[in-house]
């Protein structure tokens, strides 16, 4: 392992990286807008026109801006763009194959195949992914109108289909909770150069018990990872570097079926329906670790920076306080495995969701077929090293979490055969449960692989001047 | 012995492929016709040698030359290469491995260097060894336990777990009756065949008694 080469710099060219890649913008509502590109030379013009817009990681020193601009593209969309032919071979080969074609790697298979997906990814035409963000939905309508126009004039690309998400309205005001109750989006880990609101927890694990910045590298193309490698990407350097590989899954939720089962098994939990809801994932709904608070939630620890990613399964190796497969464990062992939690520094991804439909609350009718989920997006340099490893691995199968081969609880694809299993104590009021007769408390409706280039590739692809030599 | 570890044994055996100019079909490449035709999964002739945990067939042609500055090598020979990690000692294995499957042990080492045929098991045994590489170390990727224990140890394992799904939260008494039904189950339950599907459904879980469970196996 090498920490030399990563730490030789301590800052990144943040005008350079699209700010979506550097962190998570919090705005209350969004649209993915999907592009078909239809003419190479004026779709290179429109994303030229477009560059200038684009949002960059650079500070907000005047303020948050109403709304922002981030652009990525599949493949396909690379190739419609006419990339030569001697780039677009030196992608690695998960990108170049796109999600769909990894299902078997994936298990999207059964209810999460590509033939239940949403009608735009039938075909490969969504080739460009424009990811607006804005302060409010009036302000969204406004710039996408104006996105619109500029696509439709361009005369080389068309939208073929948008994607709205924002966060869910919670006691009147936009919070970070998902459809099934529980607050999301914890644990995103912290890369040398980022500069972030940096939190204890995040991170890699150190000897000593703290928490260091992972390798710039598991983030962004043309910096070393935590192996002290360059991680693979395409040619020529300056097309790759400071660009990184997202993933876009749309994740239907059966709202219905997950409350249903929460409430049937709760009546036989002796912990009680909340207790019962913190062991399925390892947080309580409100956000907090249930690994630092076994028996109730705590809302000023859930919402203690300084505390509420801070902690190790080191000492509850028996999954006393959080269960071994719980969702957040599987899929963020931290030192579950041992080693220190050095077998996981490269299987680290950057999660940028956001929740899409109406939140019905708890306790009014709901029904698992209207539209609501959660817009998966992750970021990485490597989609096959971490993401779909953490996918396949991780979710799908539950060997190195010692859970054999039960799938993740929450996210998995157990087609009604699924089974978790929740570790107790002898307190009466945390006995070891098994839950059997898992459905699929989520759904996969669509998605694909895309690079997010620099600013600086950007402009060589709206110049078609990207030169593989 | 460092060939072992625990009850498991970690074979390692090198044979040299036959060369000959004259043969029709080449023996390396006889080899790897008849090892095409092998099932993969429970069918493989290798499961009817149940203490197999796992068995491996390959054949090596050469070392492969990877530029300056390594030297250009070859070996004097192609070589089978035989990896099995199984229960017990290497005598009995390779005894078994003779009488339950001949055809397939004929099929490959009839294309390699000294082999002496299966009529005398004692000399197919011996030839097996003076091909065998030993080690000092090797990993087992299986616990101490043999084939039909651990296949024994995930029917239990997912049987219990069943029992807890179905019973958990029903008074003690009634938790005992069906633990006693559910254990006199286990307990005459047939063993396992490797790769045998619905380890978990032991006759305590046949259909009409689960109801109440939904969408169990």
Known sequence: MSKTAAS???????????????????????????????????????IGSLIDQITTGEHWDQGKPDSTLNIAFTYKGLTKLDLPDATLLSFPVEFFQGMKARAGILCDTGKNASEHWDPIWHEERAHVWLG????????????????????????????????????????????????????DGFGNPDFLGVDRDTQPGQGKLMPDGTWAPLATGELLLGYADEAGELPVAPVPHILANNGTFMVYRKLHQNVKTFRDYLEEKSKIYPGGKEKLA?????????????????????????????????????GDLDGKRCPVGAHIRRTNPRDAFGFNGGLINRRRITRRGLPYGTYVPEGEPVTDDAEHGIIFMALNASLFRQFEFVQQQWIEYGNDAHQGNDKDMLIGNHGGRGRYMIQGTDDALNPPFMCGGLPNFVELRGGDYFFVPSITALRLIAAGAVDPR | MANQSGSVY?????????????????????????????PR???????????????????????????????EEHLKSQYLVFESNFDGDLDTYLTRMAQEIPDAVESVWSHCVGYPGLKNVRAFVAYIKRCQLTTTFYFADVNNKTVQQTLRALQIQSGLARFIELNQGKPPSEIQSAFAEFWNSVETASPLAPGAKGVGELPCFAAGRAAGSEGGD
């Open chain 1, 8 to 46: 030789s710099f301590s800052r990144l060219d943040e005008t350079d990286i699209q700010g979506f890649v550097l962190r998570g913008y919090t705005f209350p509502v969004a649209r993915y807008l999907f592009l078909e590109i239809t003419d190479a030379d004026k779709a290179q013009r429109l």
């Open chain 2, 10 to 38: 970690g074979l390692t055996v090198l044979s040299p492929v036959l060369d000959d100019p004259e043969a029709e079909v080449s023996h390396n490449v006889a080899i790897r016709k008849y090892l095409s035709t092998l």
């Open chain 2, 41 to 71: 999964d429970e069918s493989s002739p290798f499961s009817k040698v149940s203490s197999t945990h796992m068995a491996r067939l390959v054949v090596m042609e050469d070392v492969v030359f990877v530029g300056h500055p390594a030297h």
């Open chain 1, 278 to 314: 913190a062991k399925f994932i390892g947080r309580w709904r409100d956000g907090t670790p249930i690994e630092l608070s076994p028996d109730r939630d705590d809302h000023n620890l859930a919402r203690d920076k300084q505390r509420n990613v801070a902690f190790t399964y080191g």
């Open chain 1, 132 to 183: 607006v963000y804005a302060q409010s939905f009036e302000i969204l309508l406004s710039r996408c109108a104006t996105l619109q126009q500029a696509i439709d004039s361009s005369g080389g690309a068309r939208v073929i289909g948008a994607q709205d998400a924002g966060a869910i309205v919670f006691n009147g005001k936009p919070s970070s909770k998902e459809h099934f109750g529980y607050t």
